[in-house]
């Protein structure tokens, strides 16, 4: 084994572990009678420079100046880490995505253990960045189960806002249900793993799906379907986005959602032709059609905004996987971009509930927006941008994503000849739980824009740092609306 | 290149507004008159530079080579007096809410987008760009309406979005149907138009793509969102909604509906014209029972989009001309009459119900004239273009459809008249009968002349009112290239 070769394939990572360290050494040792700002600001500071550091080494082997050939390069064997253009960009958008979460966590300070908190917010970034990069079934395991176990304990973080009995009864329940979840997913794993005879998951292909592999996905769907929040298996989501602290429920919503799908579809690699599939298929559908019901007719009742988004993360859970039944090419580009969309998109709506949330000292209701467009007129309109990103509105990039989705789904079977055939119906039934959804999502947009009174809270301004993560997620939200191509250009051309 | 600056200058304009502070609504107005104005020049070159019958100053580019999605305008006969009749609408609209004060920045912000999303669904030649600029109309409407509206606002705002994004849901999946039995992986329509799709498929997918646009058209029973809407909205936004954006539907009916699946037009048709003599009748008659005034013009919107309706249901090139000059007509005059009851009357009354309103002819002699006039344009007087139209319509129908859908739409006619004539009675001739003496004094208080109409308001009524009155006396000037394009567009139907 080469060793140097390993090296400089894991120098990204490498970067994000040093800096996790240093900021709790920092922490630990330097800071330890400083103000809890202050410690916040150093931990945030010496992450982010990790994750450019990482950055910048993605970019480096991205362009192939490192070590790594630009192609497909299995570092070890077994497809326990496949490098090539396609992972290492999903890898180095998540990198990018935690690196936006890092001022919105730095201005909202939750708890005391500041510094665990931003290394745990690492650990999860660094998680998922093996999550998108693994094609082995126990190293994409390990990599979720690292992920997994990041976020339950930022769950428990919010001691602020009188939140932290809930807060940690939340991360309780998710931690309960995940360790269930995780079971599940493991036995799943190792029953395909006697299906295939082998881990690695790049060139394994099945031909037709027997009893054994068709349980093997039952469980692999049920352990992945809690993971991304699909019905039924969702009840956690709703209570652990309105407890944790809100960058993390950010971080839980938008970068473990693309790491989710991305895993997703790369389990499904195996039983890619329809004759594998067929049985796995109606299982998929119908998470998707109850995802979408459920999240949609959930998110109508809700007043809590964070507790509104995680309905939707839901419903667009549901959306996503419109496309992922499809099984072609088309499809998981289309799965894969949405997911993408639905982060960027859903990220910049957290992050202006956590200004919201630190501004009023508690959750932020869906009334407290009143007024918004008066009191802060930019985190108005980024919040617009966001929201109508979320309900599928053109020229943002939400309505992009979803119609790829749609047409992936339809294009898959494009005959119909009777009313059931091909996808026709499920993208009829989106479409339908798309038009609920506007209803929601301009409730936000009334209160923000609408009314004229003011809620009370204190104007404090959101910080440089944290504006940039905002303007930033709102021009992404944008561009990828207008101009979607390269992306989407990009994913069919590298990764499906 | 000229078509699309109607598209830029629009947004721009909605930004430039957006950008400049509150405070300074009396600059805001002039930018969004030169804004309005500038889009109108342009719309009217293009007329000016026309000449017919095909699809011209093409921009084609690819923009999403993935899915198929090109980037391309033009513009031909059918849509260029619908690109007049945004440009004067939006003129109009800013000239009757020449005095806004109240958050004018974000309001022409919404109105520009707004416009700017009409224009382009009449200049997209792409089904997919198509698609994007009429929903890119649907969220503005939200906001003019639930922020600067009257009463129910946030109720009848919700429900005309509601109503818009089900109606585009519809044309979604049918566009994506019609995407793939091409099987040229293209959503340009000039292709798409070549295209002999399956009489099953057009059989199934035209119902479908018809009414999604048609619930924009205020087709019944989908029609209920527009009085309400309407009503509810400001003065130019209403005028926007009645004139230019229930043409919106009606277009995609047009265009792509009955563009792309004949045969489906063909199986459907005489539905269509069953469902718009309906809606003429109904809306007829429905206004006929409204109190408030800004109700009886809703609903007339609805009677008069009937006509548009059985015009294109004739497939008949008389009757779709007259529905295409219906479109225009009614984009005109249909405005005026909401910016007449929601501005000029109302900022002078403070009411828009019917039985509060006491001797207006006395009492503003010169603005009841003028809508008198206004009214008898939109019931059909000869001289403007709504008798021109319904000329074509009822001509192309006895040419095309049965005859008890004639007489049906004959019998509209005669209830047009009768709400027409019942209301300005109402309005403007009948003593209100009160006898008690509170309101006695009330009266002698409020008896006084209202002041008479001010500049912005008497361009607009020139500009609109004029308008009719042209195309009214020379109807060539639109009827050329309308039926030159919809000849092409008939070509197919044999």
């Known amino acids: 084994m080469d060793y140097s070769a390993i090296f400089t394939a894991l120098l990204p990572d490498l970067f994000v572990v040093v800096a996790l360290f240093a900021a709790l050494g920092v922490d630990y040792t330097k800071l330890r009678s400083a103000s809890l700002a202050d410690r916040a600001c150093a931990a945030s500071r010496i992450c982010g420079v990790g994750l450019v550091g990482a950055l910048v080494a993605l970019a480096f082997q991205l362009t192939g100046s490192l070590a790594v050939d630009g192609h497909a390069l299995e570092v070890t064997t077994h497809g326990q880490l496949v490098l090539n253009a396609g992972t290492l960009a999903l890898k180095a958008l998540l990198f990018l995505l935690g690196l936006l979460v890092l001022p919105l966590a730095a201005r909202t300070i939750s708890t005391p253990q500041v510094s665990e908190y931003f290394a745990l917010l690492l650990l999860a970034t660094l998680g998922m960045g093996f ?48 360790g269930v979840a995780s079971a599940f997913l493991l036995f799943g794993i190792s029953y395909l793993f006697g299906a295939l005879g082998q881990l690695d998951i790049t060139q394994a292909t099945l031909a037709e799906a027997p009893r054994l592999v068709v349980v093997a996905y039952l469980f692999i769907l ?69 995802s979408m019901a459920v999240g949609n007719l959930g998110a109508l009742r809700q007043s809590n905004v964070k507790r509104l988004l995680a309905y939707s993360a839901i419903a667009n859970a549901g959306y996503i996987l419109v496309a992922v039944v499809a099984f072609t090419d088309d499809g998981r580009a289309a799965a894969l971009f949405y997911a993408i969309v639905y982060a960027v998109a859903t990220l910049g709506a957290f992050a202006v509930v956590s200004v919201w949330n630190d501004r009023l000292g508690r959750e932020a209701l869906i009334d407290d927006f009143r007024g918004a467009w008066k009191a802060s007129p930019g985190l108005s309109l980024a919040l617009l941008v966001f929201v109508l990103s979320l309900a599928g509105i053109p020229p943002l990039a939400g309505f992009v994503g979803k119609f790829y989705l749609f047409f992936a789904a339809i294009h898959a079977a494009p005959q119909m000849e009777y009313w059931s055939d091909g996808l026709y119906w499920l993208v009829a039934v989106a479409l339908v739980f798309s038009v609920v959804a506007l209803y929601y999502y301009l409730k936000i947009l009334k209160a923000v824009f609408v009314r004229e009174e003011t809620g009370e809270m204190d104007n404090t301004p959101v910080g440089l740092p944290a504006s940039v993560a905002i303007l930033v997620l709102a021009l992404l939200t944008v561009a990828l609306g207008v101009w979607p191509e390269p992306v989407v250009e990009y994913i069919r051309l590298y990764l499906f | 290149m000229i078509a699309l600056l109607t598209v830029i200058f629009s947004f721009v304009g909605a930004l430039v507004c957006g950008l400049m502070p509150a405070r300074w609504h009396r600059a805001i107005r002039w930018v969004a008159l030169s804004t309005a104005g500038l889009g109108f020049a342009a719309a009217f070159c293009c007329a000016l530079r026309y000449t017919g019958p095909g699809m011209e100053d093409i921009i084609s580019r690819t923009w999403i080579p993935s899915m198929g999605v090109g980037f391309i305008t033009g513009f031909d006969g059918i849509s260029l007096p619908l690109l007049l009749v945004t440009g004067l609408v939006a003129v109009a609209g800013v000239l009757f809410t020449w005095n806004l004060d109240h958050r004018a920045d974000q309001f022409y912000a919404f109105y520009f987008a707004l416009i700017g999303g009409v224009y382009g669904v009449f200049l997209s030649m792409d089904l997919f760009l198509l698609f994007v600029f009429y929903e890119i109309a649907i969220v503005p409407k939200y906001f003019l309406i639930a922020i600067w509206g009257g009463a129910k606002r946030e109720y009848a705002a919700m429900k005309l979005v509601m109503y818009s994004f089900g109606g585009s849901a519809l044309v979604l999946i049918g566009m994506l149907a019609l995407f793939f039995a091409s099987g040229l992986n293209t959503f340009d329509l000039r292709a798409l138009m070549e295209v002999d799709f399956s009489s099953g498929l057009q059989a199934v997918v035209f119902p479908v793509m018809f009414v999604g646009f048609a619930i924009l058209a205020g087709m019944w029973p989908f029609h209920t969102w527009a009085p309400q809407g309407h009503s509810a909205a400001p003065t130019a936004a209403s005028m926007l909604l009645a004139g230019v954006v229930m043409k919106l539907g009606a277009y995609g009916c047009l265009r792509v509906a009955v563009g792309l699946m004949p045969e ?4 459907w048709a005489p539905w269509v014209a069953v469902f718009a003599v309906i809606n003429i009748i109904y809306g007829a008659l429905a206004a006929l029972r409204q109190e408030d005034f800004k ?138 009968s009160t006898g008690d003496d509170a309101s006695d004094n009330n009266n002698g208080e409020s008896d006084a002349d209202y002041p008479p109409m001010t500049l912005p308001e008497k361009a607009g009524v020139a500009l609109l009112l004029g308008a009719s009155l042209v195309i009214g006396l020379c109807p060539w000037l639109l009827t050329n290239h309308i039926a030159g394009s919809l000849q092409l567009l008939l070509n197919r139907f044999n």
Do not use: C
């Open chain 1, 222 to 290: 049920v352990g992945l379907g809690f993971k991304l929040a699909l019905a039924p298996f969702h009840l956690w989501a709703p209570d652990v986005y309105q407890a944790a602290p809100t960058p993390a429920a950010a971080w839980i919503a938008s970068g473990s959602k693309i790491a989710g799908v991305a895993l997703l579809l790369a389990l499904l690699g195996p039983v890619s032709l329809p004759s594998a599939h067929s049985a796995i298929v109606p299982l998929l559908l119908l998470m998707a059609v109850a």
């Open chain 2, 295 to 432: 109700y009886v013009i809703g609903y007339s919107s609805v009677s008069h989009m009937g006509f548009v309706l059985l015009g294109i249901g004739t497939l008949h090139l008389t009757g779709m001309t007259g529905a295409v000059l219906q479109m225009f007509s009614h984009g005109v005059i249909g405005a005026l009459l909401f910016a007449m009851v929601g501005t000029v009357i109302y900022t002078r009354t403070k009411t828009r119900m019917l039985d509060e309103l006491h001797r207006l002819m006395e009492r503003m002699p010169g603005i009841a004239w003028v809508f008198i006039v206004v009214a008898l344009a939109s019931m059909g007087l000869p001289g403007f273009s709504g008798f021109v139209y319904e000329l074509y319509v009822i001509l192309g129908a006895w040419a095309a459809l049965p005859t008890w859908i004639v007489i049906g739409a004959g019998l509209g006619v005669f209830a047009t008249f009768g709400y027409t004539l019942a209301k300005i009675h109402e309005a403007f001739f009948r003593e209100r």
């Open chain 1, 131 to 178: 999550m998108v990069t693994s094609r082995n079934l126990l190293g994409a395991f390990v990599a979720l189960e690292l992920v997994s176990l990041s976020l339950y304990a930022l769950t428990a973080l919010n001691s602020a806002q009188k939140g932290s009995a809930k807060s940690a009864e939340a991360a309780l329940k998710y931690f309960t249900y995940g």
């Open chain 2, 264 to 267: 489906g037009a063909m199986v």
